[in-house]
């Protein structure tokens, strides 16, 4: 099903007209589908399901990706547990209706604090990236009398053909432990009283459309399982981590759920391994956009700009990685294109959401930055002293405010002058 879609030459959130959201609620407005939402998470629960490896499967969504406190509880109620990174992650999926039982914390540098919160909850496990972070857990579980479940996040060092500011699992990277010392690592762990070894975890970037880099990972994982079995270290779960791509163009085609999970599933069977996810960009990505207004029009020498009222605080994935959003006319028009450069009002140079877009446009008329769930408010910032924009989520033909704008005032509300 498409989510969103031109209906009568107006582009629709399911059956909501986007020129109704932008009247009622005004834009920069990020729109979520309810129906996207679902069925993205129902693909992964369906092919685990299906899968006799993957029947006991828990899908942590990666919260990172975007945090809204109605997306956590509408995953927390079709099942799903969660990937946190903070204490205010886990604080937010508490407070969104999660099992604290099926969450799981990632992240190379875990606080104290935040690992006594983790364990008070009794979380499904910690996923550890150092040596002194699992010394530090050790102590802080001891303090209060429990064993904190781990699981190592081992580096595969495989080349996952992303981005390099989103690839995660190679050498260079600052995450996970080296594969070549996990063995070291594990008997260090075993040993150390108040850390019980659950899993193995791995995650190996971020927006892959070949999924044969996940099989090369779990290839290596395995051997790493072998031997610690054969040395006594029993692993109950093994953690695949995130990073399944989604289409940014129209004419993309992204792999499917059954075709990055199945030949991981298939090497699993009869292992007794307990498979878990964290998937996070593929569950929202294309469940999102950012609806926008052109304020002006101004045809430069050598360029022609549209200057819309969502900028890069909004979405800053083309600023910081160059990334590719479709920028959709709400209402198009038939007639001539010109080139635009779609930017906003930050003084900024990289302050563009698309660049050479051949569009038809008049001053006044809204654009829907296409797949903006992920990793689009999620990064938003205040930059220039700009609120951030209202969240909406359209449910059928109902639209739900889940975040409402920012004012100004909440902005400095915390500050303060000095007395003199
Ligand atoms: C440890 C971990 N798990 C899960 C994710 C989610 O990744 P993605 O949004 O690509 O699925 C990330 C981010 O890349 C991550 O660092
Ligand atoms: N923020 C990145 C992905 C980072 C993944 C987090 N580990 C993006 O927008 O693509």
Redesign the pocket.
């Known amino acids: 099903m498409t989510h969103f879609a031109l209906n009568d030459g107006v582009l629709h959130a399911e059956s909501v007209a986007l020129p109704a959201i932008a009247e009622q609620f005004g834009t920069p407005a990020y729109v979520y589908s309810r129906s996207a939402l679902t069925e993205s998470l129902r693909e992964f629960q369906d092919v685990l399901g299906a899968h006799p490896a993957g029947t006991d499967a828990l899908v942590c969504y ?1 919260v ?2 975007n945090s809204n406190l109605a997306i956590l509880n509408l995953f927390a109620r079709l099942g799903a547990g969660f ?1 946190i ?1 903070s204490g205010g992650e886990l604080k937010r999926v508490l407070a969104a209706g999660a099992d604290p039982k099926k969450v799981v914390f ?2 190379v540098g875990k606080t104290a604090a935040e690992m006594q919160q983790a364990l008070d909850v009794g979380i499904f496990c910690f ?1 550890i990236e150092s040596i002194p972070e699992l010394e530090r857990l050790n102590e802080v579980a001891g303090r209060s009398g429990k064993k904190a479940p781990i699981s190592l ?1 081992v580096n595969p060092n495989v080349d996952p053909k992303t981005h390099p500011y ?1 690839s ?1 699992g190679l050498k260079e990277a600052k ?1 996970g432990v080296a594969y070549d010392d996990a063995l070291a690592l594990y008997r260090r762990a075993a040993a150390l009283p108040n850390i019980a070894i659950a899993g193995i975890d791995c ?1 190996i ?4 459309l070949d999924p044969s880099p996940f099989v090369e990972a779990l290839d290596r994982i395995l051997v790493l399982i072998d031997q610690l079995t054969a040395e006594g270290i029993h692993i109950h779960h093994l953690d695949l ?5 989604i289409k940014y163009k129209a004419d993309q085609v992204q792999p499917t759920v059954a075709s990055y999970l199945n030949p991981l599933l298939d090497k699993l069977q009869g292992r007794g391994l307990q498979v878990v996810l ?5 569950l929202v990505g294309n469940a999102g956009l950012l609806l926008t207004r052109v304020e002006f029009l101004k045809h430069g020498e050598a360029k022609d700009f549209a200057i819309i009222d969502a900028a890069m605080n909004d979405l800053m994935r083309p600023a910081l990685y160059e990334a590719w959003h479709d920028i959709d006319p709400v209402v198009p028009r038939a007639g001539a294109t010109r080139d635009y450069d779609v930017v906003g009002p930050v003084c900024e140079t990289g302050d563009f959401l698309g660049q050479a877009r051949p569009l038809n446009l008049q001053a006044g008329d809204l654009l829907a930055v296409m797949s903006a769930g ?2 689009g408010m999620a990064m938003a910032s205040n930059y220039n002293t700009r609120p951030r924009a209202v969240e909406v989520m359209v449910d059928g033909g109902q639209v739900h405010v889940i975040r409402q704008r920012e004012t100004v005032e909440q902005l400095y509300a915390g500050e303060s002058v000095l007395p003199q």
């Open positions: 990666a990172k990706a990937d990174v990632s992240g996923n996040r989103i995660t995450f995650h970037g971020s927006q892959l981590g995130g990073g399944l791509g964290e998937p996070g960009r593929r992920a990793y």
